[in-house]
């Protein structure tokens, strides 16, 4: 699928939009906690170290879709999917607030492989 001019440039801006959001007002809930980082606390659950990894490469997804869209869609929705699955399957719910980031990762997806390839000087 390929999206014209116009609706390329509103996946881009949206999915951009949404990660902004999502980085001003998740970062500081992220870092809020003390130590962010997966299995430094034995008082962690498995859910709880789960999510702690998937945070900073969902974190570095949303910030680099800005200027690399394909690379910082793949870092969103690669652990975001398999962890909502997991949410599914362990506590039987969708964390539906995990839904936001994954638009704008999946918005990032679109906008990288619906946009026109650069031509090589001299191809048709």
Known sequence: MRLSGNWLIAAKWTARI???????????????????????????????????????????????????????????????????LLGLVMHGELIFHMLVPLLAGVLYLVAAYSGGEKRVKGSS
Do not use: H, Q, R
């Open 18 to 84: 949404i990660s902004l959001a999502v980085l001003v007002f998740g970062l500081p809930f992220y870092f809020g906690d003390g130590n962010p980082l997966p299995f430094a606390k034995s008082s962690y659950t498995t859910w709880d170290n789960i999510w702690l990894s998937i945070f900073p490469l969902m974190f570095m997804g949303l910030a680099l879709g800005w200027k690399y869209e394909k690379v910082g869609g793949w870092l969103v929705t690669a652990p975001l999917v398999p962890g909502l």
